[in-house]
């Protein structure tokens, strides 16, 4: 129920859960970081596992979670592709007038399915990227391209 409940928060909502959580049961704390997976993680991914989850979808389905998803993940993800590609993405979100959200939230099962397949593979530690995000000194926000000062384009791995 809490990790359910930790899937349909915002980021700040999941940060004073988790940290309500880690101060009263930090066993069940370590439980639910070993499980949760959202779309608050692709920050933390490489550069190589964020461009594989990237390639991997449709056309479609990736420019419709780019038009719904938060603006940070999709600066995110643009910052990451070639600018020929970037730019051909923005032409084809400004034709898009809105996108059906039940269509949104399976893309993003689908993005999610796949990083719960990188973690099952062992090319990522949920657990490390849920400590990252859940640091108790963490302030909201992502890490980004912009504030650890890597040029935007650059793969980060």
């Not at 062992?122 to 849920?130: C, D, K, P, Q, R």
């Not at 990252?132 to 926000?141: L, Q, R, T, V």
């Amino acid at each position: 129920v809490l990790l359910d409940l930790l899937e349909k928060s915002n980021l700040d909502e999941q940060r004073k859960i988790m940290v309500n959580l880690m101060n009263t049961n930090p066993e069940a704390g370590r439980a639910i970081k070993l499980k949760l997976i959202t779309p608050e993680m692709l920050p933390y991914l490489k550069g190589g596992h964020l461009l594989e989850l990237v390639i991997g979808l449709e056309r479609d389905d990736l420019l419709t979670f780019l038009v719904a998803t938060k603006n940070h993940i999709r600066e995110l993800i643009m910052s990451h592709a070639p600018e020929e590609l970037t730019e051909s993405w923005q032409e084809d979100m400004e034709d898009i007038s809105s996108v059906d959200e039940s269509q949104y939230q399976i893309v993003e099962m689908r993005i999610l399915g796949k990083i719960r397949t990188l973690a099952s593979s062992g090319a990522i530690n949920i657990l490390e990227i849920n400590d990252m995000i859940f640091a108790p000194n963490k302030k909201s926000g992502s890490p980004t391209k912009q504030n650890l000062n890597i040029p935007k384009n650059t793969i980060v791995s």
